[in-house]
């Protein structure tokens, strides 16, 4: 510790508490981590795991430890290096991950949590995800039924429609600061200073000796984006005028990285993502320039337009929130089908949800053999197009129905009492969405790549069936030992001191 007189940090003895660790003693049945390892089919998916590696090299991990680590981590809310750490401590996770014995050292390296995102795509948790949610029997059942093609069309034999869909869709924004021009401009050119210095320490030397080093003007131009942000509220013309000398120094520095590559330096010394990100730098510096030559009151839009150079694939998802109106990450499309969460569209680029209804409403079908008998949506999904395919389908779609208000006083009340339980019904998705974004992390993707983006938004999605599936089988355990108890001894709190 540090000592305050002697103004110099003095040792201490470490002292151990005495504690006794029984190690044989057996775990309980009934723990949390048990119960959740029974949920999950992990024999099924073994072998498409392990088409990902090849019969050379060291032993891989199994598919239970890989996807089972992704779980406590998400589970947890922990990043990977305290997640690894937990595993370590503790051992019904170990149970959890399929170990027989106690590990007392970490079971691999945090490194390898990247690894295990990357060898299970969102496909595979999606099909896991409907493997969890809609039983054991009740997939083999459908897949027997669409392998015989007993649920094509609409013939005499089809089950009339039953059951409720309820459909949404929401924004998953990704860890990144807010976009603006000058910023994106002003990370594309320090890309390009980095370039230029590793290509030029890569030139021989008697090529350095004949010339000087290409001058990037960093300090200038650096102090010309902290003049603009900077200012509080800087006029437009100001902001337009750091954005030009932005685009001027990258676009010199593209130059400069071109006759590098010309006196000999190969952009193939420099990391594959240091490339990457040269290559998004050079379609911003095109973007920007093509935004600078719209007038002031012209929208400025363009296709496919970045927001990131380190997240070259995220797009502004305009929503319309009163808190955020534009959010950067994957727009989704979910459903709640008795209570079960599914992730049926998940992409970068903004789309309309009303026309995924349809879809949906299909994808019901596949899951449960029949219709749904209604669909709960907001107003967005209540176009003509959708109100005319429900009544083809004899579907009932929420919301007020069109044309003339009915006179008929009973009527109008039966209709308006059948809106408001449409409305209390379709809240349980809007629950849904809030366990995602507050209970877990799909308010915030922490990842960086595209691939590990998705595997974490289809993970939320299985996490919050898994969840929900052993909340009610305790529930049921609770209730069955309530039921069969014959005499119940009260509780005495002493509370003398």
């Known amino acids: 510790m540090y000592n305050r007189r002697r103004k110099k940090v003095v040792q201490t003895e470490l002292k151990f508490v005495e504690f006794d660790v029984p190690m044989c003693t057996r775990l309980r049945?009934?723990?949390?981590?048990?119960?959740?390892?029974?949920?999950?089919?992990?024999?099924?998916?073994?072998?498409?795991?392990?088409?990902?590696?090849?019969?050379?090299?060291?032993?891989?991990?199994?598919?239970?430890?890989?996807?089972?680590?992704?779980?406590?981590?998400?589970?947890?809310?922990?990043?990977?290096?305290?997640t690894v750490d937990a595993i370590a401590e503790n051992p019904y996770i170990q149970v959890f991950l399929g170990y027989h014995t106690f590990l007392e050292d970490a079971p691999f390296d945090p490194s390898l949590?990247?690894?295990?995102?990357?060898?299970?795509?969102?496909?595979?948790?999606?099909r896991m995800n409907e493997r969890i949610a809609l039983g054991l029997k009740k997939s083999d059942a459908a897949q027997d039924k669409k392998e015989d093609g007993k649920n094509q069309g609409d013939?005499?034999?089809?089950?009339?429609?039953?059951?409720?869909?309820?459909?949404?869709?929401?924004?998953?924004?990704?860890d990144m600061k807010y976009p603006t021009d000058i910023g994106l401009l002003n990370d594309a050119r320090e890309v390009t200073e980095r370039i230029i210095d590793m290509l030029w320490g890569k030139l021989p030397t008697a090529k350095k000796s004949a010339c000087k080093k290409p001058r990037t003007y960093r300090l200038k131009a650096r102090q010309a984006f902290l003049n603009v942000i900077r200012q509080k509220k800087p006029r437009f013309s100001v902001i337009r005028k750091g954005i030009r000398k932005q685009i001027n120094y990258c676009a010199r520095n593209l130059e400069t990285v071109k006759r590098l590559v010309i006196k000999g330096?190969?952009?193939?010394?420099?990391?594959?993502?240091?490339?990457?990100?040269?290559?998004?730098?050079?379609?911003?510096?095109?973007?920007?320039?093509?935004?600078l030559r719209l007038p002031k009151n012209?929208?400025?839009?363009?296709?496919?337009?970045i927001v990131s150079i380190s997240k070259p694939h995220v797009r502004p998802i305009v929503r319309g929130k009163a808190a955020a109106p534009v959010e950067f990450g994957a727009k989704i499309s979910a459903a709640v089908i008795d209570g079960m969460?599914?992730?049926?569209?998940?992409?970068?680029?903004?789309?309309?949800?009303?026309?995924?209804?349809?879809?949906?409403?299909?994808?019901?079908?596949?899951?449960?053999?029949?219709?749904?008998?209604?669909?709960?949506?907001?107003?967005?999904?209540q176009t003509r197009e959708n109100r005319a395919w429900c009544k083809k389908k004899n579907i009932?779609?929420?919301?007020?129905?069109?044309?003339?208000?009915?006179?008929?006083?009973?009527?109008?009340?039966?209709?308006?009492?059948?809106?408001?339980?449409?409305?209390?019904?379709?809240?349980?998705?809007?629950?849904k969405f809030g366990v995602g974004k507050r209970r877990f992390s799909l308010d915030r993707i922490m990842m960086k790549l595209r691939a590990t983006s998705e595997h974490a938004a289809a993970l939320i999605f299985m996490m919050i069936n898994l969840n929900k599936i052993l909340r009610d089988l305790l529930l049921s355990i609770f209730k069955m030992l309530v039921t069969t108890q014959v005499e119940l001894r009260p509780f005495h709190c002493n509370r003398s001191i």
């Not at 409720?164 to 929401?170: G, R, V």
């Not at 330096?265 to 935004?291: G, W």
């Not at 012209?298 to 337009?305: F, G, V």
Request: net charge negative; proline share 6%.
């Open 298 to 305: 012209a929208i400025r839009h363009i296709d496919d337009r």
């Open 265 to 291: 330096a190969s952009l193939q010394s420099i990391d594959l993502p240091l490339y990457r990100k040269l290559l998004v730098a050079s379609e911003v510096l095109r973007q920007q320039r093509e935004l």
């Open 155 to 174: 013939g005499p034999n089809d089950p009339g429609p039953s059951g409720k869909l309820i459909i949404d869709a929401t924004c998953a924004p990704e």
């Open 396 to 431: 009932r779609l929420s919301g007020p129905k069109l044309g003339r208000p009915i006179e008929d006083i009973e009527v109008l009340k039966s209709q308006k009492k059948q809106q408001r339980q449409d409305e209390i019904d379709r809240i349980e998705i809007e629950g």
């Open 29 to 82: 049945a009934d723990n949390r981590w048990i119960r959740l390892s029974e949920l999950i089919p992990w024999d099924e998916f073994e072998q498409e795991y392990a088409t990902n590696f090849s019969d050379q090299g060291n032993e891989a991990l199994p598919f239970r430890v890989a996807l089972g680590s992704l779980i406590v981590k998400e589970q947890l809310g922990l990043p990977d290096r305290e």
């Open 113 to 126: 949590m990247v690894h295990f995102r990357k060898r299970i795509p969102q496909e595979l948790l999606l």
């Open 341 to 381: 969460f599914f992730l049926d569209r998940h992409s970068w680029d903004a789309y309309n949800e009303c026309n995924d209804l349809q879809q949906q409403a299909e994808r019901f079908k596949e899951r449960t053999g029949h219709y749904p008998e209604s669909i709960h949506a907001d107003k967005i999904y």
